[in-house]
């Protein structure tokens, strides 16, 4: 089996050049500079927009949507509340949060990716999802609503693509009202060593094929690889949204840990 610091070097890509005074961070394995990563990203996610949906079931088997029935039923969410779903895509979660807030509650579907908006926003309509429902493209490091204005926030598969999660964090806990909860829906790591071992082989090997099949791109979802690799293990997460300022945060490991499950409390 093919270990991740093998991958690398069996696939070796040119390192993007940055003064080297400028603060730097990570896309997937590479080491780019801060300023570039949030444009970097929006290119993976204007390239796989229009499939994003059709390869969250090839990808995941469908398994994707029993993860997230499963945070639904975390989540709290009732009539009349006011629910942000923050990277939120395609609009999955927004479509089944609309119909639990109902006519008095709202909910916000931002993005910062325009091109998922855009897809969200169309999916939704079809649908027939109307009347209680928002779009803003925003960034998560600096949230455009006012303090303590959501009962829920949730993020889905989106905070390992943050520039600067500590900051995204903190600015989800300002807009959240005393009393809710934020969600983060998340790859993570596997707690069964073999699970790993087969769950590396086919992010590096399978999953960028896929992508070239289906969408003409096979780098984009090698990059989505290596971001899960490079994201904050189940207690690191927890530790940072303690940092943050949540309350008992605790998390769940769905599929042995392939995906966390992360909840914690404004109180």
Known sequence: MTNQTNLEQDQPRQQPQFDSNEETTHFGFKTVAKSEKQKMVANVFHSVAGKYDLMNDLLSF?????????????????????????????GDFTAKFSRIVGDTG??????????????????????????????????????????????????????????????????????????GRLL???????????????????????????????VNDGESYRYLAESIRMHPEQDILKQ??????FEQVNYYNLSAGIVALHRGYKF
């Open 106 to 179: 709202e909910v916000i579907l931002a993005d910062i990716n325009d091109s998922m908006l855009r897809v969200g926003r169309e999916k939704l309509r079809n649908l027939g999802v109307v009347g209680n429902v928002n779009y803003v493209q925003a960034n998560a490091e600096a949230l455009p609503f006012p303090d303590n204005t959501f009962d829920c926030v949730i993020i889905s598969f989106g905070l390992r693509n943050v520039t600067d999660k500590d900051k995204a964090l903190r600015s989800m806990f300002r807009v959240l009202k005393p009393g």
């Open 62 to 90: 469908g398994i994707h949507r029993v993860w997230k029935r499963f945070t639904i039923d975390c989540s709290g969410v009732r009539k009349g509340h006011k629910v942000l779903d923050l990277a939120g895509g395609t």
């Open 240 to 245: 940072m949204m303690t940092e943050a300022g």
């Open 184 to 214: 983060v829906l998340e790859f993570s790591k596997p707690i069964l060593d073999p699970l790993s071992k087969i769950y590396n082989f086919y992010s590096f090997n399978i999953l960028p094929k896929i992508g070239e099949v289906v």
